[in-house]
């Protein structure tokens, strides 16, 4: 029987190329575990500020996990250590499609739906997160891989989060494949923001967040950001994500992780430790308890956008009678 495995061939390209073998392909389960210090810690790396105490303080009666935590948990896995990110990202053999190169591939868009609470800690859980991809797509220059996953308690087959991502090889496409349809944009309305958050990142912001289980050398050594075409080390894309995340239910959610439903947004442009972020936020849409918000985020410093078809949605908030 024919592999479903590409070959590498003398010119560093490959050959039994087919991204439409690799349809519905269920990676292997990620084990992963985390304890209350990687909460704390992640919350700190994303810029929650001391009057949301019940994010930054175990020992607070509301103490909660921020919505958003579970993004790394497929880099961070069970380690409590530091481990080599180059080597842990190469993709498994998707069939039909050749291995992704980490030190070319960027994250292209990123959502999350949480379906219950995280526990503030893995204990006596059995987490795993399961992958399978979507679609696989050539745009002659980069290969784009959506991929669909979950976060699960496979002891009690508990769900908790809904995870999605689209993930760029740059210079990896021109195989010929199936360029994929276009996303509808998501119009941002002409008026003003019903929300502004402003954040100033520092130089080590990408020292800090990539402590959360995010270790390329892209984003703490100079060298390496400037062979990738940068400028220098770059802010991790998630770490942007995640800062707007927090800006948005600080902003619109009353700081309340409850009231998270979703979230996604476009990675647009790079952003670099010490740039400043401006997260513009419009509720579009108000139905059955929820809010629907559209979002962008920029760079102060030129304008250039870091995230665009940013979405989300809120539960609103109950009324006092």
């Known amino acids: 029987m024919a592999s479903d495995k590409p070959v590498k061939n003398a010119s560093g390209r490959y050959d039994n190329v087919d991204f439409r073998k690799a349809v519905g392909f269920k990676y292997p389960p990620i084990k992963c575990s985390y304890n ?3 909460v704390l810690l992640f919350a700190n790396a994303i810029g929650i500020q001391k009057d949301e105490l019940h994010f930054l303080y ?3 009666p509301k103490f909660a996990a921020f919505p958003t935590f579970p993004v ?3 880099y961070k896995r069970t380690d409590q250590d530091v481990f080599d990110f180059i ?7 998707v069939p039909g499609v050749p291995p992704f190169d980490p030190q070319r591939s960027v994250d292209g868009e ?5 379906l219950r609470p995280l526990p503030v800690s893995s204990e006596g859980l059995d987490l795993e997160i399961h992958n399978k991809v979507v679609g696989v797509y050539d745009k002659g220059g980069a290969m784009i891989l959506e991929s669909e996953g979950e976060l699960v308690d496979v002891k ?3 769900v908790y989060v809904k995870l999605s991502s689209t993930a760029f090889g740059i210079g990896q496409g021109g195989y010929g494949g199936p360029r994929g349809t276009s996303k509808p944009s998501i119009p941002i309305p002409n008026r003003a923001p019903d929300a502004i958050h402003t954040f100033k990142t520092t130089p080590e912001a990408g020292l800090l967040y990539r402590l959360c289980g995010d270790y390329n050398p892209m984003h703490a050594d100079d060298e390496v950001g400037k062979r990738a075409g940068f400028k220098g080390a770059i802010l991790q894309g998630l770490g942007t994500w995640n800062i707007a995340a927090h800006g948005l239910l600080r902003e619109l959610g009353g700081s309340d992780p409850t009231r998270f439903k979703s ?3 476009r990675f647009k442009s790079v952003v670099y430790p010490g740039d400043e972020l401006e997260t513009r936020m419009w509720i579009v849409k108000s ?10 985020t920029i760079v102060k410093d030129d304008g250039r956008v870091a995230l665009s078809h940013g979405h989300a949605k809120l539960k609103q908030k109950r009324s006092r009678l």
Do not use: K, P, S, W
């Not at 080597?87 to 053999?93: F, Q, S, V």
């Not at 990123?110 to 949480?114: G, L, Q, S, V």
């Open 58 to 60: 175990e020992l607070h």
């Open 72 to 74: 790394n948990l497929a």
């Open 263 to 265: 979230y996604g947004a």
């Open 36 to 38: 209350r210090r990687d």
């Open 87 to 93: 080597a842990r990202n190469i993709t498994a053999d």
């Open 110 to 114: 990123r959502a999350i739906e949480i």
């Open 287 to 296: 139905e059955d308890g929820y809010d629907h918000v559209v979002f962008e």
């Open 156 to 158: 009690t087959n508990t």
